[in-house]
């Protein structure tokens, strides 16, 4: 999976691109249909905050996170992302089944 890591008024460190990679590696092996996920780092005066953006199962994924310090705010931002790409699994699973047709005497009857 690729990781792409961008910066906004900040320039990333290779610290911050490893940090990135670890947290963000552990949910690719959870999720191994994802093929990149593109990071925004951005640091405004009083906030150090993340976008992480993805396509998973055709659907873009987004999620964001905000903290005073930049690692904090990359290990919310992963765990907000496995269970936005959770609940996006569990929708798309929920619809795959063939949902019953009511018969036409059961809808009468009704």
Sequence with gaps: ?????????????????ENV?????????HFPQLDSINITLTVERSSQ??????Q???????????????YTAIAQAAKKMEAALAHRKGSVKGNRHDKPALDDEDALAS
């Design 49 to 54: 905050s993340i976008e992480a953006t993805t």
């Design 1 to 17: 999976m690729q990781i792409n890591v961008s910066g906004h008024h900040v320039t990333v460190t290779d610290a911050i691109k």
């Design 21 to 29: 990679e670890a947290k963000f590696g552990k949910v690719a092996k």
């Design 56 to 70: 998973y199962l055709g659907a873009p994924v987004a999620v964001q996170a905000a903290d005073h310090d930049m």
